[in-house]
């Protein structure tokens, strides 16, 4: 059964660190890219991509987080990882990791890729606040 797992969210102060894993059952993560896409609390947000890690190894980060989050896989556990340092409130969201099949690449500012997720995670939630 395929099936993605979401960790390690929670509440966190501005300029704390959280780390997010994703465990990945019924497929192979290093054959895949494999996302981190964020959607806001509020009403409509878009869901933002954040962060890929291609099949080839390459990691790409929107504007947003670059430079203070980390992606990463752990292939003798199969399971995706997200490093988040330095937090801010505007982290705050619901996080997904998400299988595709595509390759991605770093466009002004955003990521796109050849095609979209076709499995995810049921989300963890990151809460920035004092």
């Known amino acids: 059964q395929v099936q993605l797992v979401e960790s390690g969210g929670g509440l966190v102060q501005p300029g704390g660190s959280l780390r997010l894993s994703c465990a990945v059952s019924?497929?192979?993560?290093?054959?895949?890219?494999m996302t981190w896409v964020r959607q806001g609390p509020g009403k409509g947000e878009i869901p933002e991509r954040i962060s890929v890690i291609n099949r080839d190894g390459s990691t790409i980060y929107s504007d947003s987080v670059k430079g203070r989050f980390a992606v990463s896989r752990d292939n003798a556990k199969n399971t995706l990882l997200l490093d988040m340092n330095n937090l801010k409130p505007e982290d705050t969201a619901k996080y997904y990791c998400?299988?595709?099949?595509?390759?991605?690449?770093?466009?002004?500012?955003?990521?796109?890729?050849?095609?979209?997720?076709?499995?995810w995670g049921q989300g963890i939630q990151v809460t920035v606040s004092s």
């Open positions: 998400a299988r595709s099949q595509g390759t991605y690449w770093a466009s002004d500012g955003a990521i796109i890729g050849t095609e979209g997720e076709d499995t």
């Open positions: 019924g497929f192979t993560s290093s054959s895949y890219a």
